[in-house]
Every structure is written in structure tokens, then in C-alpha cells.
């Protein structure tokens, strides 16, 4: 069962007017749906809903009127710059029922020498009981060498969940270390396609650098003349 348990009061007054006097208020503004029962207007507390949903797919306890409900966040609204929610849609679920979420990849261990890791998926897929989903799915790339790829349906899940997203979707990629001669290599050969010339320094030269040397010598010749 949930250990976030959040005690919830009904709210009756909607609006934006309504919403800024409940955060003023330090609290949350939500909204509970699910099973077929008509939407519950409610007000979070809002230091314990942050702390809560701090944690993807937050298992939550709605306590409302002594009540219990188990409930995930389905939407989480934030503030574009303060460290303030603004609002949260809440999906009821029950023990036993399977719900579908997204759940972080966490690598774990070093690779090979000479070698980058990329995570090329950050979450992946599952259908999971609702009153055990996982963390996160760790991954170990320990001692990997290049050109090592581990798809999802390799991925160890946990008990009970099963892979809704396609199962040769690419979630790590181990590839070789760019040399820094190499790095050197192919921006020389990028500069060359692109037809940049270097100074004697060896620095990209200015376009039409050589214009003012044409315009003096011009110059030279015409006084010569004189």
C-alpha cells in the first residue's frame, strides 16, 4: 500500500480567482476521476503533494472525510519559473488493478574502457499493478564494449509487470570513443567540403580577407603611373 498518504478537503469554488487563494493558502488545487465515478473537486496540502510527487508514479492515499482512495497523478501542472504546483489530475486506481505507466531507466556500473554510454530511452512502458510499480528499471553496463545494444525486451523487469512499448525499441547504446585526431580529422574534412580556407595560423581565414591586398596593390600601380 501507499505511504504517501495526503488528507484531502472537497472543494466547492472554481475558477482561476479560486485556484490562486488555494495556493496562497500553501495547498493544491486537484481533481480525482476514475471508474466511472463523477470527478471529485478536492485541495491538496502542498509541502506534502510536492515531497509526494517528487517520486515518478507516485502511489498516493487520498484521505477525504476519513475516507481512503488510492489515486495516481495523471497530470502534474507546475509554475514555468517559481518551484510551485499548480495543479493535479488524480486517476483512481485499485489494489490488484494493472495500470499503465512510464517508468525511468537508471544506469548503473562503468563500461568499457573508451567507450560512451548513451541512454537513448529514458522511460520505458509497462503494465504494472498498481500497488507495485517500480522505481525504476536499472540497467547494468558494466565492463560493455562497443557496439553493445540492449533493447527493452532485454531489459530485467520486475515481477508481475509486463512491456507495452515495442520490444526492439533501443533504450542503451554503447558506442567507440571519438579520438580527439579523429574529431580533428572530420572537422578538417567538413571545413575542406565546404571550401574554408586557413591563415598561417591556421585559423579559418576571414571571407574576402584578401580583398583590401588587391585594392592597395591596384593603388601602388596607379601612383607608379603618376
Known amino acids: 500500500m501507499s505511504d504517501n498518504k495526503l488528507v484531502a478537503e472537497t472543494r466547492t469554488q472554481f475558477g ?86 512510464d517508468v525511468p531507466v537508471h544506469i548503473e556500473g562503468e563500461a568499457a574502457p573508451e567507450t560512451v554510454v548513451t541512454l537513448d530511452a529514458q522511460t520505458v512502458q509497462l503494465e504494472v ?30 515481477r508481475g509487470s509486463t512491456l507495452v512499448v515495442d520490444e526492439d525499441t533501443l533504450v542503451v547504446n554503447i558506442t567507440a570513443q571519438i579520438s580527439q585526431e579523429a574529431l580533428d580529422a572530420e572537422l578538417a574534412e567538413a571545413e575542406e567540403e565546404a571550401g574554408i580556407e586557413h591563415d598561417e595560423a591556421g585559423e579559418p581565414a576571414a571571407e574576402g580577407a584578401e580583398a583590401p591586398a588587391a585594392e592597395d596593390a591596384e593603388g601602388e600601380a596607379t601612383a607608379e603611373q603618376a
Open 129 to 158: 499493478e498498481a500497488t507495485h510499480i517500480p522505481e525504476n528499471i536499472v540497467v547494468s553496463v558494466e565492463g560493455l564494449q562497443a557496439g553493445t545494444q540492449i533493447k527493452a525486451s532485454e531489459l530485467d523487469l520486475p
Open 16 to 101: 482561476k480567482g479560486a485556484a490562486r487563494k488555494i495556493r496562497r493558502d500553501h495547498k493544491i488545487p486537484a481533481v480525482m476521476y476514475g471508474h466511472g465515478a463523477d470527478p471529485v473537486h478536492i485541495t491538496l496540502p502542498g509541502h506534502d503533494t510536492m515531497m509526494a510527487l517528487k517520486v515518478a508514479n507516485a502511489l498516493l492515499t487520498i484521505v477525504i472525510d476519513g475516507e481512503e482512495q488510492l489515486a495516481l497523478a495523471k497530470d502534474v501542472q507546475r509554475d514555468a519559473i517559481k518551484p510551485v504546483i499548480e495543479h493535479v489530475d488524480l486517476v483512481v486506481v485499485r489494489k490488484g488493478e494493472k495500470v499503465t505507466v
